[in-house]
Structures are given as C-alpha cells and as structure tokens.
C-alpha cells in the first residue's frame, strides 16, 4: 500500500469514473485502475463497484475510503503549513465565485488573512458567464465557473476542474418524493419549481423544456435561504447541481434531498477555476487555489 493507491481512491470516489479520475490526476486510465486492483487485492476485499450512477464504494470499501480520506488529508494540510512557511504574502487578489462556493471561500480567506495579514482579497458574488467575462477583460485574477463539457474553448483561459457532475432535483424532507432515490421528468411537470437565478440553471431549464416541456416556476431567487424556505416547507421543489451536496453536505444531511432525473440526456458539467491564460500567475494565486482544493476536496465528512 503506498500514498499513489489512497489518493487514486480518493479521486475515484469523487468523481466516480476511472477516466475522470486518470484525466484528474495526469495519468492514464489503465494504470489508476490497475493501482486500484492491486490494493483490492492486497486488502483482500472489494472497494468499488459499478452502477448506473457511476463506479461507487461497496459497503466494505465505505470505511476504507474514509480512511484514507484522513490520510490524504493529512499530508497535504503538512506540505500546506510548509509552503505557508515560507511564504509571507501581501498584495491583492479579486475573486469571482458562485453563491454556492461562498461557504467555502469565506473558510479560506478567514485562514488565508490569519496566516498573512497583509494580503487584501476581494471577492465578487456573480454568476459564471459573468465571471469568465471579468477574467477575459483582465478584472480579476480567478473565477469560479460551472462549465458544460466542451464549451470553453478559448486559447486565452485556462480552466482547472475540481468537480465534474450533472443536475438533480432537490427535495424537502416531507415531500412525497423524498424518500425515493429517483423522479421522471412527467413528474416534474406536475410540480411547482422554485430555482436559482444562475447561468447553468438557466441552460437546464431550456434543455428540458426542449426534451420535455416548460417547468411550473413559482419563482427564482438569489439566495439560498429563500429557496431552502420553500423546499422545506413543501412549497416546491428545485433543481440544483449534485455540487451542492459536496459545498452543502450537512443542510443536505438534515434537511434536503437529492433525486436522480430518469431518462433525461443531460452533459457534464464542471466546476473549476478559471483565469487568463497570458496573465502572470502570482504566488498569491498558486496558493489560494492550492489552500481552496484542500478546503474543498477534504474540508468535509462523509
């Protein structure tokens, strides 16, 4: 058992395809899988199996997994306390994100302003074409997209993905639905939906009346709280992205929950950082986006 082997779980785990997981760690996919049988075999059991929704932990491989979640964890919090070590940055940074990612932003920064005072960050709350505008025009250093598969095509930016995944429908725990894992798309229209005012919302909302049929939208809104209100309070339903449950596991947990959409064709879409492909990337950069992953891929309980 070696480091390679945990980190390999770990990422198949989160995005649940060997071929993500080689594509996301720069190797290739025959490889991560055999690193991944080898370890099967060198524990003696089975930690993943294939789905319709994916290549996901057995029962046995839960544990397992969340052990080397720790591990993983642990050693890149070390080779994070030793770059800030040697780091002492000042200067400035500006920000894009989603509404979505500000629980986790507002983490970072808090930790980010302790370790070095001097560093000035601002942060701006706005959808994701806008934002990858305001990287194209030189407005800010980084942005926060959600990003269809295959749509940013430009030369000028570079993209770093985090997460890959596909919408869902959320539900309130007293909802008739909440206790199944799954809704069609009939279904849907006969419910009322109360949606984010946000650009992949937006495309998915046209995809789907496209396939199916316009949604009964009771209203959109900005904020999480007044979307959470009507969910648990049975007075809709919403569709959201599953990297929600990643940034929002514990509002989830205890109050939300998630349904896959049967028979609807939907692409992937990414969640990542964004910035401009000819601009100097400044160690205040690298850093952040280094302190933001770890938050991100480990700051969480499964």
């Known amino acids: ?66 052990k080397a979640h720790d591990v993983v964890k642990l050693i890149e919090e070390i080779r994070l306390e030793a770059a800030s070590a040697k780091l002492t940055l000042s200067g400035s940074l500006q920000l894009a994100t989603m509404p979505a990612q500000m629980i986790t932003m507002v983490k970072v920064i808090a930790q980010l302003k302790k370790e070095h005072p001097n560093l000035h960050i601002q942060v701006y709350e706005q959808g994701s074409l806008d934002s990858l505008r305001a990287v194209k025009e030189g407005k800010i250093d980084l942005g926060m997209l959600a990003i269809r598969e295959g749509v940013l095509h430009d030369d000028s930016i ?45 495309q998915f909302t046209d995809d789907f009346s496209k396939q199916y049929g316009d949604l009964n939208i009771l209203f959109q809104s900005d904020y999480d709280t007044a979307i959470h209100s009507a969910l648990a309070e049975g007075l809709a339903i919403s569709v959201g992205h599953d990297f929600s449950l990643k940034t929002n596991a514990m509002q989830f947990n205890e109050q939300l929950v998630m349904l896959e959409i049967e028979d609807y064709v939907q692409p992937n879409v990414h969640f990542g950082w964004a910035r401009l492909k000819n601009r100097a990337q400044s160690p205040i950069c690298d850093y952040f986006v280094s302190r933001f992953k770890n938050e991100f891929l480990f700051g969480w309980k499964s």
């Open 158 to 202: 570079v993209f770093e993905s985090l997460w890959q995944g596909k919408m869902m429908v959320f539900v309130g725990k007293q909802s008739p639905y909440a206790k199944r894992s799954s809704i069609k798309p009939e279904e849907m229209l006969q419910q009322e939906f109360v949606l984010y005012n946000d650009d992949y919302v937006h």
């Open 1 to 66: 058992m070696n480091l390679e082997q945990l980190i390999h779980i770990v990422e198949l785990t989160k995005v649940k395809t060997l071929s993500q997981a080689a594509t996301n760690l720069y190797i290739s996919q025959p490889a991560i899988s055999q690193s991944i049988a080898n370890l099967e075999k060198e524990l003696g059991i089975k930690l993943f199996h294939r789905t319709k929704s994916g290549t996901i932990p057995t029962d046995e491989g839960v544990a397992i997994i969340k």
